[in-house]
């Protein structure tokens, strides 16, 4: 196929696909979504995934309620162009499905996918040229792949079972080494590996029952405002930490992890007033005052620093310092805090790919740039504010970011206060669903610091504490995502075994008018975790 819009028309079979099935079954013999993603432009295209899906039987294809939709894509007639693939049904147009910055001469991956609702009897499937150039373009090893509702879920709690949980088998010997049969014991997890967190504001701080609420749930937190350079110099030499240092003491009674937000905003409405107006050379004075004195300060602090935030949409400083300064700053972060994690944060890489400033490719064009010029760049920081979701665009989108090899974490999510509440729950539960299970992400933060006239977008609870729907969504996820109390007695090999999320543990064992106690850590791993606990005279055992 060769055009400047090409269209692949699919059509009678597509009803069949959007029938709902019950999502508990005893068995599964649907297909297993495939994470393969490629970033290289290739001189020879790859195969199709899944073997082409339902476009190998006939060209005009069918779709499911939701689908994977690849292809290999190479242009003519512009060295390079970014390419959308966008879709009409009888009932919906859904004007962006996926996108590549696909280049002359060799074949691009684009990776995408879409939610249909309501049947179609035709569909058409478009990719064409994102601006008015005149583009040729060719599609290759294209792939068409319906999940259902169900087959979507019990896809992601595979992988939830292989990533995120692992086989544990506790062994209870006495302390000649003979095994013990019978005895009974109770596991307990006490902190989980996975970070889910929020953003808190300075509204935390004197506040118990908000602090409480939030450490009874999170792991993790971020700063929403109160690190930003407009907050701790509002006037140039007059910089105050105070707020943040007592935010950072609640983090540190708690045990809790937190992520540095932000160094520097590119976009210069949030950039502070005295900065907007410095000449070149009196802010490059001004930026490394900045960097030496908040990294100075926090060093070994937070794990990671959001250091040029939606640099994608806004450049600020590359415009008046020139276009090294991104670079100049992750170079002096890394000297400040060497083991910090630095993230390139944006908005509308996961949201969307309708926003051609952020683009999965032109996410992964810019990160490439600024470590070719050796910057210390080692993390994905996705924002995630959220209008409707499309759950197979956001994981396609993962995939291709993951093959970068650096970790990859959900940074302010939220759904769009123009949606209800009930609205705003069920999509708030389709990406932490779709974040959680999928195996690059690393963490997630939500991004709901509680004001008293609310939050940026999305909400937990009311002022008093009590859930609003997706606090429901929050609460019921965390307990899903937690190995329970677990009792049970050991085996004729004095052994009990059982399937947990990855994180701490706690164990006691009794026998007769014996008892021991212990500790262990569940890390990722393929094999079985075995650990061991033995009772002594007089003894009680911890490691």
Not at 82 to 97: H, P, V
Not at 173 to 182: F, I, T
Request: charged share 20%; aromatic share 12%; with cysteine.
């Amino acid at each position: 196929m060769e055009d400047s819009c090409t269209p692949i028309k699919m059509g009678l079979i597509l009803a069949f696909f959007l029938f709902t099935w019950p999502l508990l079954v005893a068995s599964f013999d649907g297909p297993l979504y495939d994470f393969t993603a490629y970033t290289e432009c290739k001189v020879r295209a790859e195969g199709p995934l899944y073997n082409g899906g339902i476009l190998q039987e006939e060209k005009a294809g069918d779709v499911g309620r939701d689908d994977g939709s690849d292809g290999w894509v190479k242009i003519k007639g512009a060295s390079s162009a970014l390419i959308r693939a966008s879709l009409k049904t009888e009932t919906e147009t859904f004007n962006c499905i996926g996108t590549v910055l696909a280049k002359s001469g060799c074949w691009s991956f684009l990776k995408g996918g879409f939610t249909l609702d309501t049947p179609s009897n035709l569909s058409i499937l478009y990719f064409q040229n994102s601006d008015d150039r005149d583009v040729s373009i060719k599609i290759t090893s294209s792939s068409l792949q319906p999940f259902s509702d169900q087959q979507w879920r019990i896809n992601q709690q595979y992988i939830i079972n292989n990533k995120r949980k692992r086989a544990v088998t506790v062994h209870v010997s006495n302390e000649h080494g003979e095994r013990v049969q019978g005895a009974t014991i109770s596991i307990e997890q006490v902190s989980k590996d996975f970070p889910l967190g929020s953003a808190i504001a300075k509204t935390i701080l004197g506040n118990s029952p908000y602090q409480n609420w939030f450490v009874e749930r999170f792991n993790a937190a971020v700063f929403e405002n109160e690190l930003k350079w407009y907050a701790t110099e509002p006037e140039q030499g007059k910089i105050n930490y105070t707020i943040a240092d007592q935010m950072l003491e609640f983090i540190r009674a708690n045990q809790i992890i937190a992520r540095g937000h932000n160094i520097f905003w590119e976009d210069p409405k949030y950039t502070p007033p005295w900065v907007r107006n410095l000449t070149s050379s009196d802010l490059k004075s001004a930026v490394n005052s900045r960097i030496q004195s908040l990294m100075s300060k926090y060093k070994d602090e937070f794990i990671h620093w959001d250091v040029s935030n939606e640099m994608l949409h806004f450049d600020f400083y590359e415009q008046r310092l020139g276009p090294d300064a991104t670079q100049s700053f992750y170079e002096s972060a890394h000297k400040y805090d060497p083991l910090a994690t630095l993230f390139m944060n944006e908005f509308n890489v996961v949201e969307t790919c309708s926003d051609v400033n952020s683009t999965v490719d032109t996410y992964i064009s810019r990160l490439r740039e600024l470590k070719r010029g050796g910057v210390s760049m080692d993390g994905i920081g996705l924002e995630g504010h959220f209008t409707v979701p499309n759950p197979p665009l956001m994981r396609a989108t993962l995939d291709k970011l993951a093959t970068l090899g650096i970790p990859i974490w959900l940074t302010e999510v939220d759904i769009s206060n123009t949606l209800d509440k009930t609205s705003q729950a069920i999509f708030l539960e389709q990406v932490l669903r779709e974040g959680f299970s999928h195996p690059s992400v690393n963490g997630i933060m939500l991004w709901t610091a509680l004001h008293p006239n609310g939050c940026y977008q999305m909400c937990l609870t009311d002022n008093n504490f009590q859930n609003l729907p997706a606090g429901d969504v929050v609460d019921y996820l965390l307990k899903e995502w937690q190995t329970g109390e677990l009792e049970g007695v050991t085996d004729d090999h004095g052994s009990y075994s059982f399937y947990g999320f990855l994180g701490e543990y706690k164990v006691n064992v009794k026998y007769q008018n014996r008892a021991a106690n212990s500790t262990f850590s569940l890390c990722q791993g393929e094999e079985t975790r075995h650990f061991s606990i033995q009772f002594r005279p007089n003894y009680t055992n911890s490691t």
